[in-house]
């Protein structure tokens, strides 16, 4: 089951989407509340039935592989061929099979974040186990962050200069998402 909830202002039959924005330009896959079909078309869904899950189930599903499309994919204009983000991610999720065992799985340094990750994870859980608290439960503010991209100059300490940026709950204007002209700028 997929859930997804927006803004309000970033939906077309809300306030509208910001300019310049994949949304405005109709390259969403939103449900909207006249056609039940992707601003693109690419989300069908089908019909509802009476039983707990039986609406907005997309056309696209593991029986008939997604919709892939063999040609489309050959022609190199789109890898997955599956039409829609959200469906490539659905074929993804639901083929992968059982989930792997992580006790024999050999990490190596190039995925120490996610060793480091795992760890506190478990010692956090260990530690809530025995009545401890998790690090963060009486500290809401330090979940206000959220992810994005930006173009720096190399020398830019990215930490210091992306932190208005990851403030989560603020708005931003397209130009604060490049870096300012600098000769470490790499030219395109």
Same mark, same amino acid.
């Given at each position: 089951?997929?859930?997804?909830?927006? +803004?309000?202002?970033?939906?077309?039959?809300?306030?509208?989407?910001?300019?310049? %924005?994949?949304?405005?330009?109709?390259? +969403? @896959?939103?449900?909207?509340?006249?056609?039940?079909?992707?601003? @693109?078309?690419?989300? $069908?869904?089908?019909?509802?039935?009476?039983?707990?899950?039986? $609406?907005?189930?997309?056309?696209?599903?593991?029986? @008939?592989?997604?919709?892939?499309? &063999?040609?489309?994919?050959?022609?190199?204009?789109?890898?997955?061929?599956?039409?829609?983000?959200?469906?490539?991610?659905?074929?993804?999720?639901?083929?992968?099979?059982?989930?792997?065992?992580?006790? #024999?799985? #050999?990490?190596?340094?190039?995925?120490?974040?996610?060793? &480091?990750? &795992?760890?506190?994870?478990?010692?956090?859980?260990?530690?809530?186990?025995?009545?401890?608290?998790?690090?963060?439960?009486?500290?809401?503010?330090?979940?206000?962050?959220?992810?994005?991209?930006?173009?720096?100059?190399?020398?830019?300490?990215?930490?210091?200069?992306?932190? @208005?940026? &990851? $403030?989560?709950?603020?708005?931003?204007?397209?130009?604060? %998402?490049?870096?300012?002209?600098?000769?470490?700028?790499? $030219?395109?």
């Amino acid at each position: 089951m997929f859930w997804s909830f927006a +803004d309000p202002r970033t939906r077309a039959f809300g306030q509208g989407a910001p300019a310049g %924005t994949a949304a405005a330009a109709g390259n +969403d @896959n939103r449900v909207t509340p006249t056609g039940r079909a992707g601003a @693109n078309g690419r989300m $069908k869904y089908l019909p509802d039935t009476s039983d707990f899950m039986g $609406k907005f189930r997309l056309t696209q599903n593991r029986s @008939n592989d997604y919709g892939l499309d &063999r040609e489309l994919q050959m022609s190199g204009e789109n890898y997955t061929s599956i039409p829609g983000i959200h469906q490539q991610d659905q074929a993804i999720t639901e083929s992968m099979g059982t989930i792997y065992d992580r006790t #024999h799985e #050999h990490l190596g340094t190039s995925v120490a974040m996610v060793i &480091r990750t &795992r760890r506190r994870v478990v010692n956090a859980a260990k530690a809530f186990a025995t009545g401890v608290l998790p690090p963060g439960v009486d500290d809401p503010t330090i979940y206000h962050q959220r992810s994005g991209g930006v173009i720096l100059p190399r020398s830019t300490d990215w930490l210091e200069a992306t932190t @208005n940026l &990851r $403030k989560a709950f603020v708005s931003h204007a397209p130009e604060e %998402t490049y870096a300012p002209k600098s000769a470490n700028t790499v $030219k395109a």
